[in-house]
Protein backbone atom coordinates (compact mmCIF):
# COMPACT_ATOMS: atom_id res chain seq x y z
CA UNK A 1 0.00 0.00 0.00
CA UNK A 2 1.26 3.60 -0.81
CA UNK A 3 1.99 5.98 2.04
CA UNK A 4 -0.31 8.56 0.47
CA UNK A 5 -2.81 8.07 -2.21
CA UNK A 6 -5.08 10.39 -4.13
CA UNK A 7 -7.33 10.30 -7.13
CA UNK A 8 -5.52 11.85 -10.16
CA UNK A 9 -8.70 12.79 -11.68
CA UNK A 10 -9.54 14.97 -13.72
CA UNK A 11 -12.25 16.94 -11.61
CA UNK A 12 -14.37 19.36 -13.20
CA UNK A 13 -17.18 21.10 -11.02
CA UNK A 14 -18.48 24.62 -11.71
CA UNK A 15 -17.68 27.75 -10.58
CA UNK A 16 -18.83 29.12 -7.54
CA UNK A 17 -19.31 25.25 -6.30
CA UNK A 18 -17.60 24.01 -3.38
CA UNK A 19 -14.81 21.47 -3.90
CA UNK A 20 -13.69 18.25 -1.99
CA UNK A 21 -10.22 16.76 -2.79
CA UNK A 22 -9.51 13.89 -0.74
CA UNK A 23 -6.12 11.99 0.24
CA UNK A 24 -5.91 8.08 2.31
CA UNK A 25 -2.40 7.47 4.00
CA UNK A 26 -1.53 4.48 5.55
CA UNK A 27 0.12 4.88 8.82
CA UNK A 28 -2.10 6.36 11.50
CA UNK A 29 1.17 7.58 13.24
CA UNK A 30 1.53 10.27 10.61
CA UNK A 31 1.14 13.81 12.55
CA UNK A 32 1.75 16.28 9.61
CA UNK A 33 0.23 16.71 6.11
CA UNK A 34 0.17 19.45 3.71
CA UNK A 35 -1.50 20.34 0.81
CA UNK A 36 -0.19 21.88 -2.50
CA UNK A 37 -1.03 23.60 -5.44
CA UNK A 38 0.60 23.07 -8.88
CA UNK A 39 -0.10 25.19 -11.72
CA UNK A 40 1.03 23.60 -14.92
CA UNK A 41 4.53 23.93 -15.77
CA UNK A 42 4.78 25.87 -12.04
CA UNK A 43 7.08 24.05 -8.90
CA UNK A 44 4.73 23.59 -6.39
CA UNK A 45 3.53 25.54 -3.99
CA UNK A 46 2.62 25.29 0.09
CA UNK A 47 -1.24 26.09 0.35
CA UNK A 48 -1.73 24.64 4.09
CA UNK A 49 -0.20 22.19 6.75
CA UNK A 50 -1.98 20.70 9.49
CA UNK A 51 -0.48 18.87 12.60
CA UNK A 52 -2.66 15.78 13.80
CA UNK A 53 -6.18 16.13 13.30
CA UNK A 54 -9.21 18.61 12.91
CA UNK A 55 -10.24 21.18 11.16
CA UNK A 56 -7.81 24.28 9.64
CA UNK A 57 -9.35 27.34 7.78
CA UNK A 58 -7.48 29.77 5.31
CA UNK A 59 -10.09 32.09 3.36
CA UNK A 60 -11.86 29.73 0.89
CA UNK A 61 -9.83 26.85 1.52
CA UNK A 62 -9.80 24.55 4.73
CA UNK A 63 -7.73 21.46 5.64
CA UNK A 64 -9.38 18.41 7.44
CA UNK A 65 -7.51 15.37 8.91
CA UNK A 66 -9.73 12.58 10.39
CA UNK A 67 -7.35 10.24 11.80
CA UNK A 68 -9.38 7.58 12.79
CA UNK A 69 -9.92 6.56 9.02
CA UNK A 70 -6.97 7.51 7.43
CA UNK A 71 -8.24 10.31 5.37
CA UNK A 72 -7.09 14.44 4.45
CA UNK A 73 -9.71 16.46 2.97
CA UNK A 74 -9.12 20.30 1.22
CA UNK A 75 -12.72 22.12 1.01
CA UNK A 76 -12.62 24.82 -1.64
CA UNK A 77 -15.38 26.85 -1.55
CA UNK A 78 -16.54 29.35 -3.65
CA UNK A 79 -14.45 28.00 -6.30
CA UNK A 80 -13.10 30.47 -9.25
CA UNK A 81 -11.44 29.42 -12.31
CA UNK A 82 -8.37 30.26 -11.49
CA UNK A 83 -8.15 27.42 -8.56
CA UNK A 84 -7.79 25.34 -11.84
CA UNK A 85 -4.67 23.22 -11.06
CA UNK A 86 -3.10 20.03 -9.51
CA UNK A 87 -3.37 19.75 -6.24
CA UNK A 88 -0.91 17.27 -4.14
CA UNK A 89 -1.56 15.98 -0.87
CA UNK A 90 1.10 15.04 1.50
CA UNK A 91 2.33 13.52 4.78
CA UNK A 92 5.56 15.12 6.64
CA UNK A 93 6.94 13.29 10.05
CA UNK A 94 10.19 11.94 8.92
CA UNK A 95 10.73 12.89 5.98
CA UNK A 96 8.13 14.23 2.97
CA UNK A 97 6.36 11.79 0.81
CA UNK A 98 3.48 13.23 -1.71
CA UNK A 99 0.65 12.02 -3.55
CA UNK A 100 0.53 11.86 -7.34
CA UNK A 101 -1.80 14.82 -7.33
CA UNK A 102 -5.65 15.48 -8.40
CA UNK A 103 -6.21 17.34 -11.48
CA UNK A 104 -8.96 20.05 -10.66
CA UNK A 105 -10.77 22.23 -13.44
CA UNK A 106 -13.19 24.87 -12.61
CA UNK A 107 -15.75 25.73 -15.25
CA UNK A 108 -16.47 29.01 -15.74
CA UNK B 1 11.86 36.42 3.30
CA UNK B 2 12.75 33.16 1.30
CA UNK B 3 13.42 33.00 -2.30
CA UNK B 4 14.63 29.53 -4.05
CA UNK B 5 16.05 29.92 -7.60
CA UNK B 6 16.79 27.31 -10.45
CA UNK B 7 18.12 27.67 -13.70
CA UNK B 8 18.04 27.16 -16.38
CA UNK B 9 14.11 27.40 -16.46
CA UNK B 10 13.97 24.98 -19.84
CA UNK B 11 16.62 22.76 -21.29
CA UNK B 12 17.25 20.60 -24.59
CA UNK B 13 20.11 18.83 -24.72
CA UNK B 14 21.03 15.45 -26.51
CA UNK B 15 21.44 11.86 -25.04
CA UNK B 16 24.65 11.47 -23.92
CA UNK B 17 25.69 15.17 -23.12
CA UNK B 18 26.45 15.95 -19.71
CA UNK B 19 24.05 17.98 -17.49
CA UNK B 20 23.95 20.78 -14.54
CA UNK B 21 21.18 21.79 -12.52
CA UNK B 22 21.40 24.61 -10.06
CA UNK B 23 19.71 25.25 -7.05
CA UNK B 24 19.76 28.18 -4.44
CA UNK B 25 18.25 29.47 -1.70
CA UNK B 26 18.21 33.34 0.05
CA UNK B 27 16.92 34.10 3.56
CA UNK B 28 17.61 31.39 5.39
CA UNK B 29 20.61 29.48 6.88
CA UNK B 30 21.07 25.61 6.92
CA UNK B 31 18.32 24.42 5.18
CA UNK B 32 17.61 20.77 4.23
CA UNK B 33 17.66 20.81 0.70
CA UNK B 34 15.78 18.32 -2.31
CA UNK B 35 15.89 17.45 -5.87
CA UNK B 36 12.75 16.10 -6.93
CA UNK B 37 11.86 14.49 -10.45
CA UNK B 38 8.35 15.26 -12.09
CA UNK B 39 7.16 12.99 -14.63
CA UNK B 40 3.71 13.22 -16.48
CA UNK B 41 1.16 10.94 -14.56
CA UNK B 42 4.24 9.59 -12.35
CA UNK B 43 4.15 12.57 -9.15
CA UNK B 44 7.02 13.63 -7.53
CA UNK B 45 10.15 11.10 -7.43
CA UNK B 46 12.73 11.96 -4.66
CA UNK B 47 15.87 12.11 -5.77
CA UNK B 48 18.53 13.27 -3.61
CA UNK B 49 18.71 15.30 -0.11
CA UNK B 50 20.74 17.05 2.04
CA UNK B 51 21.18 18.35 5.16
CA UNK B 52 24.36 19.90 5.54
CA UNK B 53 27.37 20.83 3.56
CA UNK B 54 28.91 17.94 1.28
CA UNK B 55 26.11 15.80 3.16
CA UNK B 56 24.07 13.88 0.11
CA UNK B 57 21.45 11.19 0.31
CA UNK B 58 20.36 9.26 -2.87
CA UNK B 59 16.98 7.99 -2.56
CA UNK B 60 17.07 6.30 -6.33
CA UNK B 61 20.02 4.83 -8.26
CA UNK B 62 20.85 6.34 -11.65
CA UNK B 63 23.19 8.44 -13.47
CA UNK B 64 22.42 11.01 -11.87
CA UNK B 65 24.39 12.64 -8.82
CA UNK B 66 23.61 15.91 -6.56
CA UNK B 67 26.26 18.33 -4.63
CA UNK B 68 26.35 20.63 -1.81
CA UNK B 69 29.47 22.80 -2.57
CA UNK B 70 27.45 26.29 -0.45
CA UNK B 71 24.87 25.79 2.48
CA UNK B 72 22.33 27.70 0.05
CA UNK B 73 23.41 26.07 -3.11
CA UNK B 74 22.55 22.29 -4.60
CA UNK B 75 23.56 21.30 -7.68
CA UNK B 76 22.35 18.28 -9.81
CA UNK B 77 24.48 16.68 -12.72
CA UNK B 78 25.19 13.88 -14.66
CA UNK B 79 28.24 12.73 -17.08
CA UNK B 80 25.74 11.18 -19.34
CA UNK B 81 22.35 12.48 -20.38
CA UNK B 82 19.57 9.49 -21.04
CA UNK B 83 16.22 9.81 -23.06
CA UNK B 84 14.39 8.87 -19.66
CA UNK B 85 16.43 11.61 -17.74
CA UNK B 86 13.71 14.03 -19.26
CA UNK B 87 11.11 15.78 -16.77
CA UNK B 88 10.82 18.38 -14.95
CA UNK B 89 13.13 18.78 -12.06
CA UNK B 90 12.19 20.70 -8.74
CA UNK B 91 14.51 22.10 -6.11
CA UNK B 92 12.75 22.39 -2.23
CA UNK B 93 13.97 23.19 1.09
CA UNK B 94 12.53 23.25 4.37
CA UNK B 95 13.62 23.92 8.01
CA UNK B 96 10.36 22.43 9.44
CA UNK B 97 9.02 18.59 9.07
CA UNK B 98 5.53 19.94 8.12
CA UNK B 99 6.55 22.62 5.11
CA UNK B 100 8.67 22.14 2.30
CA UNK B 101 9.23 25.18 -0.48
CA UNK B 102 9.81 24.51 -3.83
CA UNK B 103 11.55 26.50 -6.69
CA UNK B 104 10.10 27.37 -10.01
CA UNK B 105 11.75 24.09 -11.74
CA UNK B 106 13.70 23.30 -15.15
CA UNK B 107 11.97 21.39 -18.14
CA UNK B 108 14.45 19.09 -19.24
CA UNK B 109 14.03 17.42 -22.66
CA UNK B 110 16.72 14.75 -23.46
CA UNK B 111 16.86 13.90 -27.42
Known amino acids: QKEVEQDPGPLSVPEGAIVSLNCTYSNSAFQYFMWYRQYSRKGPELLMY????GNKEDGRFTAQVDKSSKYISLFIRDSQPSDSATYLC????????FGKGTRLHILP | SQTIHQWPATLVQPVGSPLSLECTVE??????LYWYRQAAGRGLQLLFYSVGIGQISSEVPQNLSASRPQDRQFILSSKKLLLSDSGFYLCAWSVRPDTQYFGPGTRLTVL
Open chain 2, 27 to 32: GTSNPN
Open chain 1, 90 to 97: ARGDDKII
Open chain 1, 50 to 53: TYSS
